[in-house]
């Protein structure tokens, strides 16, 4: 009996990936992902992608998403080592923790919704990322978001954004140059850690807070000008010289 259920497992393994569409719905939301082809259309009418729903998908390298989807909960995408771009749609307004970590063959990113909250290390490495596009309004970058995107040369932050959180752009080695947006407030702790090709730093008027080590280790960066709206920096926000 166990020989013939090994048997039947590798039979259905090795079907074509046109025969594997396995994806577990319930109501509207998409629990499980069994489905081992490189193209996979999600329906509309689906408004959740649950918690490690394609966790590991390595076959995976494209996937479409419906325009109804709202919420991409926590390691949904973790660890789909081909995928290769993600379009978020506009209706949707939670990415969770974790989401995208891991899917190291991700060169662009597209999210859309003003009103979007990306969970903690949602993007983390993704080391391929070279093509990051945000939208306007939103307000937060949270910690760890873009942690280890080694690929990333620059990126345009959102005109409202408030706070870029700890370690949001940590160890992204080819990031040259940042422009912080005047309705910054906060840079918080490590945020720019390890940015070594890091060249170019703009700060504008409104920043209040710099905080610990926010540009350690960026080796190459021999300047900043910190702006007179600054009121606090926790010691020296770089490890290669204080500003």
């Given at each position: ?38 193209t ?9 992608i ?28 973790r ?7 993600m ?21 662009r ?75 910054v ?10 940015c ?40 020296a ?7």
């Amino acid at each position: 009996m166990k020989d013939r259920k090994k048997l039947i497992s590798t039979m259905i393994r090795d079907l074509p990936a046109e025969a594997m569409d396995r994806l577990t719905i319930e109501n509207d939301r998409l629990e499980k992902c069994e489905d081992n082809g490189k193209t996979i259309q999600v329906d509309e009418g689906i408004t959740t992608i649950c918690h490690r729903a394609f966790q590991g998908r390595r076959a995976l390298h494209h996937i479409q998403l419906p325009a109804t989807l709202r919420t991409i909960e926590q390691e949904a995408f973790r660890g789909c080592a081909n995928l290769e771009e993600m379009e978020i749609p506009a209706a949707t307004t939670r990415i969770c923790d974790s989401a995208f970590r891991d899917c190291v063959s991700m060169r662009r990113l597209v999210v859309e919704n003003d009103r979007v909250k990306i969970g903690e290390r949602a993007f983390e490495n993704c080391a391929s990322l070279e093509s990051i596009q945000l939208p306007d309004g939103m307000t937060e970058i949270y910690g760890g978001v873009f942690n280890s995107c080694k690929s990333l040369r620059s990126i345009c932050l959102p005109q409202h954004l408030t706070i870029l959180g700890e370690s949001a752009f940590s160890d992204c080695e080819g990031l040259e140059e940042i422009v912080v947006p005047e309705n910054v407030t906060k840079i918080d702790d490590l945020t720019f850690n390890g940015c070594t090709g890091l060249k170019s730093v703009t700060l504008n008027n409104g920043l209040r807070k710099i905080g610990k080590s926010a540009f350690k280790n960026c080796r190459m960066l021999t300047r900043i000008e910190i702006p007179e709206s600054v009121a606090f920096i926790d010691n020296a926000p770089s490890g290669a010289a204080s500003p």
